[in-house]
């Protein structure tokens, strides 16, 4: 297997900052398997409203968010449902990816923190196969921190969830680790 120096760049859809999408992400950070690291893109709410006209002289911020995501070797999504959708700031986030030239591929592991969020999950499936991102199903999970407020150091220590998230992120560092 070939994962040492592989990156994968976690991204949570809420700004909120008890966000349970957030704690799942940086619980994941702390059970990656060996060779594989995660880092949070903590810059979603300081991005701009996505607008076409701003590709020929791109704002600082989107560059970095591009520049980061093109250097990730894939993408661990966790996004709460609004509304029987994604939250605004998300769907944002991935419409200044779409003109990125290098998303093409990109292999996605989409962790879900609500059994409840189903078509926030249906909607973003949809978005990110659009924008020729690879799903990978098998490193794609729920876990219920909808009735369990749980932050990462209780998701870690929690031996049901640990164990789900490593596997999980076990199956995504196969298809992170292909060229
Ligand atoms: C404005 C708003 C709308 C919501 N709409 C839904 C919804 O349609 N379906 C659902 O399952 N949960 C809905 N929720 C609940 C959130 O998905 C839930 O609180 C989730 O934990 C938020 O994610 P976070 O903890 O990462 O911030 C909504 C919450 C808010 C604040």
Redesign the pocket.
């Given at each position: 297997m070939r994962t040492a120096g592989r990156h994968v760049l976690a991204i949570?859809g809420?700004l909120?900052t008890?966000?349970?999408?957030?704690s799942l992400l940086l619980a994941a950070e702390r059970l990656a398997p060996p060779g594989l690291r995660i880092q949070r893109f903590a810059g979603m709410g300081a991005l701009p409203h996505f607008n076409p006209d701003l590709e020929a002289d791109l704002p600082a911020t989107v560059a970095d968010l591009r520049a980061t995501v093109d250097a990730a070797n894939g993408l661990l999504i966790s996004c709460?449902?609004?509304?029987?959708g994604m939250p605004g700031s998300f769907k944002n986030l991935l419409d200044w990816l779409v003109g990125s030239p290098n998303f093409h591929a990109k292999p996605v592991a989409i962790f879900n923190?609500?059994p409840?969020?189903s078509?926030a999950q249906r909607s973003l499936r949809l978005v990110l196969t659009t924008m020729s991102a690879l799903v990978i199903e098998d490193a794609s999970i729920t876990v219920d921190?909808?009735t369990r407020k749980l932050g990462p150091g209780a998701i870690v220590a929690d031996a049901g969830m640990a164990a789900e998230i490593a596997t999980a992120l076990t199956n995504f560092s196969e298809f992170v680790a292909k060229p």
């Open positions: 949570s809420s909120r008890a966000s349970s999408n957030t709460p449902e609004y509304a029987r923190a609500s409840r969020a078509e921190l909808l």
